[in-house]
C-alpha cells in the first residue's frame, strides 16, 4: 500500500547536515501548525514552543549543553544512581566524544532549533512526542529536514539555563528538534527491524 502520507512517513530521515539558509518564517509556522493539531491525552494540547533561528544562540545552547555533558562525565561515579545511563561505556564514550569534539554534533549548525515545553503531567510528555513527530513528517513534506535532539534534555539540569531562554515555570523541554534545508540530497534508505521479529499477531 502507498499512498502520499505513507510515502512521507518512510522518507523521513534525521538530517543532521544543513545548508547554511535560513527556513522560511511561514514555513516553520505551518510545521508548528502540524503539530499543534497532534492528539493529546484528554486534548489537554499540552505544548508551547520556544523557536529559536538566532544562530549564536543556538550555538550557545549548544555550548552550555556541552558543559553539563562534562560535568556528567566528571560526576559520573555519583551521578549514574540516579541517571543509569552512565552506568554503560558505550554511551559514557560517546558523551565523551560528543562533549569534546571541535564541530558541533550536538545541533550540527542547524539553523533553527524547535523546544517543546510541557508540564510534568500524566501523558504530557507522550502528546508531546506525537506533536513533534507531526512536526517532523510536515518539515519533510515541505522538503525540510529535521532531528530530534534528545541530548538538548540535559539542559533540564542547570535551572539557571532554563531561565535565560525564558521558559515558563513548571515546564520542562520534553522535545528538542532541529530544522534546516538538508545539504544531502539522496539520502540513503531506512533501515527498519522485520515484521516477524517485533510483531506478535493476536487473530
Ligand atoms: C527521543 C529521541 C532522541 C534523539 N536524540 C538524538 C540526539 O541527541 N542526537 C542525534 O543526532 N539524533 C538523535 N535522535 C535521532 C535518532 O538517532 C534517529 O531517529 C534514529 O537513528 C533513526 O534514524 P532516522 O530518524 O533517520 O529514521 C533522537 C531520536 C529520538 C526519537
Not at 530521515?13 to 547554511?20: A, G, L, M, T, Y
Not at 562534562?70 to 555519583?78: D, G, H, P, T, Y
Amino acid at each position: 500500500m502507498q499512498n502520499t502520507i505513507i510515502k512521507n512517513i518512510k522518507e523521513r530521515r534525521s538530517i543532521r547536515n544543513f545548508e547554511e539558509k535560513k527556513i522560511d518564517k511561514e514555513e516553520l509556522k505551518e510545521i508548528i501548525q502540524a503539530g499543534k493539531y497532534a492528539p493529546s491525552a484528554t486534548n489537554d494540547q499540552p505544548w508551547k514552543f520556544i523557536v529559536i533561528t538566532k544562530k549564536e544562540m543556538i550555538q550557545e545552547l549548544s555550548n552550555q549543553i556541552r558543559e553539563e555533558l562534562k560535568k556528567l562525565l566528571k560526576w559520573r561515579f555519583i551521578k549514574k544512581f540516579k541517571i543509569k545511563q552512565l552506568r554503560n561505556i558505550d554511551i559514557l564514550k560517546f558523551i565523551f566524544v560528543v562533549a569534546f569534539s571541535k564541530t558541533d554534533m550536538i545541533f550540527f549548525n542547524a539553523p533553527a532549533l524547535v523546544l517543546i515545553l510541557t508540564q510534568d503531567k500524566l501523558f504530557y510528555d507522550e502528546s508531546c512526542a506525537c506533536c513533534a513527530q507531526n512536526m517532523m513528517l510536515a518539515a519533510n513534506s515541505i522538503g525540510i529536514g529535521s532531528c530530534w535532539i534528545g541530548f538538548a534534555s540535559v539542559l533540564g539540569l542547570n535551572k539557571k539555563i532554563l531561565e535565560n531562554i525564558g521558559i515558563p515555570y513548571n515546564h520542562h523541554i520534553s522535545a528538542a528538534i532541529i530544522f534546516g534545508y538538508p545539504r544531502e540530497k539522496k539520502i540513503r534508505a531506512s533501515i527498519r527491524k522485520i515484521g516477524s521479529d517485533i510483531i506478535k499477531w493476536i487473530e
